[in-house]
């Protein structure tokens, strides 16, 4: 029958059967050519790094977070319950980044434990990259994206990773995954840094102002070992206006400097400075002394001159072997020398005033040396002036 059909008609029953086809396939396609081109990006990089989960979070994310008491205990139990959802976990990198940024308002910023309650809420075995080129181009970006931010929110609060950690990126992402070089990174660099510093501090410090005075006296008087501490309460002086505490750190060497001083020249209490205690800070403030120019050192002659050789049995000594140089104590800086320091509860003048009298019980000699309040502008959370109050200070210090 297709023998006797002319040449034009069955180009057009051809014509009709591809075009049919055709029709049909892009019917069939349409569906998954719509669902490639919404899930299409440039990078897997940049597909991680274009949405910011933290912007936009859905109503059921924050009704699990929507609780009046926030501590451990129910931040726990939000996670319990997403986790109860199902086998697939739908929204956890949604839930993992609204949970990191309302770890700090539970308190839960540093505690090990509940970052790997949230890494365990992502699926396990689905993820691992099968071959080298999944492994180099980031498999699953976005979920190894958020499992990174995890961990970098981790180092920021100084929250050392364990070996319990680096199972759980390994079930999750394989072991040449980027968060495992991450975690890498982290185990040589963080045990190093934590034991770098010589004044140890405890992992949480604590908020009490006292608490922190005494601890940062503490560490600044450890140049010194003769170093002692006292801590003052400003009703102990008569005529005082603040009830407040006072942590004061002196040393003997200090206490013979201020012996030493000219009783005509004038001392200052300059501050606050800022000292910094893990994430909480605290002002304090310095008696200190105009710097003393050094003693020139002795000009001694080329010892290998024979000219002048005394016999030691005359008892002539050389006149550069009569005058020794003195070493400067660690107080004796360049730009003053510090005679003591002090934290007061309120940061006023008054209780820096009553320092200074309650310092001549154990300095009688400070009574006969005149001193400067040199305060401009207080700093810190603790020391609260009205503008008024802290023009006045301003003025009265120029």
């Known amino acids: 029958m297709l023998l006797k059909m002319s040449v034009p008609s069955l180009y057009r029953l051809l014509s009709r059967a591809v075009s049919s086809s055709s029709s049909i396939a892009s019917l069939s396609r349409a569906p998954s050519l ?40 129910t931040f726990v139990a939000a996670c319990d319950i997403f986790m109860k959802r199902g086998p697939h976990r739908r929204g956890h990198v949604e839930f993992i980044y609204s949970a990191l940024k309302l770890m700090e308002n539970y308190g839960v910023h540093k505690d090990l434990e509940v970052y790997k309650r949230l890494l365990n809420l992502m699926p396990k075995g689905k993820m691992v990259p099968t071959n080298v080129f999944q492994v180099e181009f ?48 982290m185990m040589y660099w963080m045990p190093k840094f934590k034991n770098a510093s010589p004044w140890t501090l405890p992992q949480v410090v604590p908020n009490d102002t ?22 003052y309460q400003t009703s102990e002086v ?61 000009s001694r002659t080329v010892i290998d001159d024979v000219g002048s050789i ?10 550069e072997e009569t005058s020794l140089n003195q070493t400067c104590s660690v107080h004796e800086q360049e730009d003053g020398t510090i005679l003591a320091l002090c934290v007061t509860g309120t940061s006023g003048r008054d209780s820096l005033l009553s320092w200074i009298r309650l310092l001549e019980k154990s300095n009688p000699c400070l009574a006969n040396i005149p001193v400067l309040f040199t305060q401009a502008s207080p700093i810190g959370e603790i020391m609260n002036v009205e503008p008024e109050k802290h023009h006045d200070e301003i003025t009265a210090a120029t």
């Not at 005394?310 to 006149?319: H, N």
Request: contains cysteine.
């Open 310 to 319: 005394k016999s030691w049995f005359t008892g002539e000594l050389q006149p």
């Open 210 to 231: 006292f608490e922190l005075a005494k601890m940062a006296v503490e560490r600044m008087c450890t140049v010194d070992p003769s170093s002692s501490i006292t801590v």
């Open 138 to 185: 980031m498999h699953y970006p976005k979920q190894q994206q958020c499992a990174i931010d995890c961990l970098e929110q981790m180092e920021m609060n100084g929250v050392m990773p364990d070996t319990e950690m680096e199972h759980i990126l390994r079930n999750l992402f394989g072991k040449m995954s980027h968060p495992v070089r991450k975690y890498g990174r």
């Open 238 to 298: 008569e005529d005082a206006l603040e009830d407040t505490w006072i942590v004061s750190g002196q040393s003997t060497v200090q206490q013979e400097l201020l012996e030493k001083h000219p009783p005509g020249e004038s001392i200052k209490v300059e501050g606050p400075f800022r000292i910094h205690l893990r994430d909480k800070s605290i002002g304090y403030f310095i008696l200190q002394a105009e710097a003393k120019p050094k003693p020139p050192s002795p």
């Open 34 to 73: 719509q669902h490639n081109k919404r899930n299409l990006t440039s990078s897997p990089f940049h597909s991680a790094r274009k949405e910011d989960p933290l912007e936009e979070t859905s109503l059921t994310i924050q009704s699990l977070f929507d609780s009046k008491e926030r501590n451990k205990g």
